[in-house]
Structures are given as C-alpha cells and as structure tokens.
C-alpha cells in the first residue's frame, strides 16, 4: 500500500516568488494535515481537513499561505510570495479520521535564497 | 492549552547499551501521549502510543514507554540500542486525539 506522497522533495526559490507543494494522502483517508517543520523543531499544524473542509486552520498565515483539498482527496499548499523565513520542511499527513493515527510524508524541503 | 517539552536536544549512547528519552507534558485534561521517529530525510512513524489502559506502552524496534501521570512524564525506553536506532525522537500530545503538539525533539547518536 502506497504511503502519503508529497512532492516536490526539494524546492529552492527566491524570495517573494510563488510556490506550491502537493500532497496526495493515503487512499480512503479522509482527514488530511499540513505541518510546517522549522529546523530543530517539531512539526507545527498548519491546516487540517475533514474531506474537503478546512476544519482547523487557525495557524495558517492567511496573508501569505493557502491550501485547497477541492475533491475531498489531493491537497495544495500555496506561499505568495515566499520570505526568507518560510525555509522549512513542509509535511503532510493523512488518517482515517480524526482521532485515528496520523502517517506522514516525506516532506517538502523548502529554501528561500 | 497543551504543551510537550524535551529536555534533551541531544543524547549519544554507545551500542547496545540502554537509553531513555525524556519527555513532560502539560495539559488540564486528559491526554493521548505519543512517541514519533524521524530517520534523515524522512516523514514522522510512529512508535508507539498511549490512549488509556496499561501505562507501560510497549512500540516498535523494541521501544517502551511510561505514561506517569503524577509526573505528568512518558519517557521513552530501550534496552539495547542498535546503530539503526540513530534518528530524531519526538514526543507529541493530543487533548482529543486530533491535534497533536510536539515538542522540539531529542537526537539520539548510537556511537559504535
């Protein structure tokens, strides 16, 4: 059974451009999470979906970040423009629902030159 | 609100000796404690997890925690470490099981 898959791996820009990383959950859950992962931290929620609602996006950066999960499936996570902060492992993670155990990509390795 | 501390950013130990990594929570109501490992350029798995029931929690690759709710502590134990077990180890807690909360994780050298 495929994992949760993410891609981009890697992702270099510069500042103040656009970028996306997309995530595609393990087949059947329908709660899907994107983390942001600064380094030498643990994993900070950013946005959480019950199929294609936004159900808890209360850390998301609206001014700069969004993310759309249109088919209840796929997901989109948007920076425009990126900053020099924004470096980070972006990370997606999908379960069954929302109490059950969460299964994490490999993450979006994000740098902003 | 619920919060996770590690105390330890990093922790050698040589093979095949015995580790513990620790970990503290906070929260005003009940908990979900659980422990993630992170190999190098790898999402999260999980090893192990505490709902309710029997407080020793018994994980994958021969990891075992506490969940001591005195102390309000669920250390992170293995017997024997192995060269494979080098990684980073985060603790992380949900008040309902769907949000959970890391802390800033431990990384553990196995030194030959």
């Known amino acids: 059974e495929a994992g949760v898959v993410q891609s981009p791996r890697y992702k270099i820009i510069e500042k103040k451009q656009p970028v996306a990383f997309w995530c595609n959950p393990i087949?059947?859950?329908?709660?899907l999470y994107w983390y942001l992962q600064n380094l030498g931290q643990g994993p900070e929620l950013l946005i959480r979906?019950?199929?294609?609602?936004?159900?808890?996006d209360s850390q998301l950066p609206k001014d700069r970040f969004s993310a759309e999960r249109l088919k209840g499936v796929d997901s989109t996570l948007k920076i425009q423009p990126a900053e020099l902060g924004d470096s980070a492992v972006y990370l997606c993670?999908?379960?069954f629902g929302a109490g059950d155990e969460q299964f994490f990509g490999p993450g979006t390795r994000l740098t902003v030159l | 609100a619920q919060s996770v501390t590690q105390l330890d950013s990093q922790v050698p130990v040589f093979e095949e000796a015995p580790v513990e990594l620790r970990c503290n929570y906070s929260?005003?109501?009940?908990?979900?404690l659980f422990w993630y490992v992170q190999y190098p350029n790898q999402g999260l798995q999980l090893l192990l997890k505490?709902?309710?029931?029997?407080?020793l929690v018994k994980g994958i690759n021969g990891f075992e925690a506490e969940f001591n709710k005195s102390q309000t502590s669920f250390h992170l134990r293995k017997p024997s470490v192995h060269i494979s077990d080098t990684a980073e180890y985060f603790c992380?807690?949900?008040?309902?099981?769907?949000?959970?909360?890391f802390g800033t994780g431990t990384r553990l050298t196995i030194i030959p």
């Open positions: 929260s005003s109501v009940s908990v979900y």
């Open positions: 087949s059947g859950h329908n709660t």
């Open positions: 993670a999908s379960s």
């Open positions: 992380a807690v949900s008040e309902g099981n769907e949000k959970l909360t």
């Open positions: 979906y019950e199929n294609e609602e936004a159900v808890d």
């Open positions: 505490y709902l309710s029931g029997s407080t």
